[in-house]
């Protein structure tokens, strides 16, 4: 397996689409990224401080890590290729490894944070409504209410928005990365404001359409304007109607906030961790402590729709 320089990136047999996606990364926030590949298995891999206990909640450690993912708080893993494949290349290498949101399992079993995805086979926002089971449409119902307090407009990113997504990574109980705001300019997505009737900024989302998957990235705003305008809630429905307007097979909500997804009819898909060492004791402590790291899945089941939610609805 050969690491390849960022300048090299071009080169590689990958999608152009991921291929453009790791160069703007490159671009905007360098942190010594390295691409190793081989066949057709590439790793992205990159240096970090990481605090590998911020699962745990209060506890706390930050050691030196590789960690094999994207620098980016996103659901996707930092790897294209087969599980067995990656853990070959960990086996080779020196130092602390953590591999973040693999596909599927490793050798040794470990979950990281779920992401959450909406499968659309609605025609209409009002289907999806229709379909809802009552207590999940009464809750719904009352936050398009509010929604009527809110202009919701496409726009440009602006610092004023930047402000709004640094506000929301203070609250984050499991940061990692902080993206310039170079990012939010360049990445080729679009840019919704929600607005109150005054015109101030309450919040914004960050979407991107590929091959039939909307993809919600990122959003801003501030805790004192949730409760009013009923705002994280009104957020997930726009994005629900937006894909169903564009027709979109399914939404990929990311991570964290699994009660809020969950109810408006979310399914859960596992995302999962795996830790390598080169001292072989280490490795041994690590590998008997892992499911201790071990994401703890949201426990209740929201039976949010009255019948299957992805059979034809006409």
């Given amino acids: 397996m ?31 990224q390295k691409y190793h590949y081989e066949n057709s298995t590439l790793i992205v891999s990159y240096k970090l401080k990481m605090d590998i206990l911020n699962l745990w909640g209060k506890l706390s450690l930050k050691v030196n ?4 993912g994207l620098p980016i708080s996103v659901s996707r893993p930092g790897y ?44 209409a926002f009002n289907d999806y409504l229709s379909a809802l089971r009552s207590p ?7 936050a398009l209410k509010v929604r009527q307090l809110i202009s919701i407009q496409k726009s440009i990113f602006t610092t004023e928005h930047y402000l709004l997504y640094r506000d929301v990574l203070d609250r984050s109980e499991h940061p990692l990365e902080i993206l310039p705001i170079e990012f939010f300019k360049e990445y080729d997505g679009d840019i919704y404001d929600f607005r109150s009737k005054e015109g101030d ?62 109810k408006i009819g979310c399914e859960e898909r596992e995302r999962y961790l795996f830790i390598h060492h080169h001292n072989w004791i280490i490795r041994l402590v690590l590998r008997k402590l892992l499911p201790m790291f071990s994401y703890k899945s949201y ?11 992805y059979a034809d609805i006409s």
């Avoid at 999940?136 to 009352?142: D, G, H, P, Q």
């Avoid at 426990?299 to 949010?304: A, D, G, L």
């Fill in 201 to 262: 900024l309450l919040a914004f989302v960050q979407t991107s359409i590929q091959d039939r998957q909307l993809v919600f990235l990122f959003c801003g705003f501030r805790r004192e304007n949730v409760e009013k305008y009923d705002l994280y809630f009104n957020m997930l429905l726009w994005i629900i109607q937006m894909g169903i307007e564009n027709g979109v097979d399914e939404i990929d909500f990311g991570q964290t906030s699994e009660e809020s997804k969950l």
């Fill in 65 to 68: 890590t590789n960690v094999v």
């Fill in 2 to 32: 050969r690491d390849s320089e960022s300048s090299q990136i071009n080169d590689l047999n990958i999608d152009g689409n991921f291929k453009d996606f790791l160069m703007l990364l490159q671009k905007v926030n360098p942190c010594g």
């Fill in 136 to 142: 999940y449409r009464r809750r719904i119902s009352k």
């Fill in 80 to 123: 294209l290729g087969d599980e067995a494949d990656v853990e070959s290349f960990l086996s080779r290498q020196k130092g602390l490894w953590i591999v973040l949101n693999g596909n599927n399992s490793f050798s040794t079993t470990a979950k990281t944070l779920s992401t959450f995805v909406f499968k659309n086979n609605f025609k």
């Fill in 299 to 309: 426990p209740i089941n929201h039976r949010v729709f009255k019948e299957d939610p």
